[in-house]
Nanobody, 116 residues
Framework: QLVESGGGLVQAGSSLRLSCVAS????????MGWFRQGPGKERELVAR???????YYAESVKGRFTISRDNAKNTVDLQMKSLKPEDTAVYYC????????????WGQGTQVTVSS
């Protein structure tokens, strides 16, 4: 089970930190990702972090967002800076089982709204 928190309404240029807590004992073996789905848009990968904590970022957020994980706490965070109105979306935490290509566990999502 994945539970996100930290969403909200902020002004452009602000920062926000999203957190995702995972249940289970094998969190450290999962690739974790943050996805988002904006109004009228398809869901897209924002960032992912490997089991060895190597991050990958979509071009649209590179340099502004940072993904991190704490395997001791079963958490994965997304620090978002210099937010733009186009970052407005529902943000989802997701987990990918070892050896698979698809994310098979999803959180319920948290709304991030950036006003101009």
């Amino acid at each position: 089970q994945l539970v996100e928190s930290g969403g909200g309404l902020v002004q452009a240029g602000s920062s926000l930190r999203l957190s995702c807590v995972a249940s289970g004992r094998t969190f450290s073996t999962y690739v974790m990702g943050w996805f988002r789905q904006g109004p009228g848009k398809e869901r897209e990968l924002v960032a992912r972090i490997s089991v060895s904590s190597i991050g990958y970022y979509a071009e649209s957020v590179k340099g502004r967002f940072t993904i991190s994980r704490d395997n001791a706490k079963n958490t994965v965070d997304l620090q978002m800076k210099s937010l733009k109105p186009e970052d407005t979306a529902v943000y989802y935490c997701a987990a990918r089982s070892p050896g698979t290509l698809n994310y098979n566990y999803w959180g319920q999502g948290t709304q991030v709204t950036v006003s101009s």
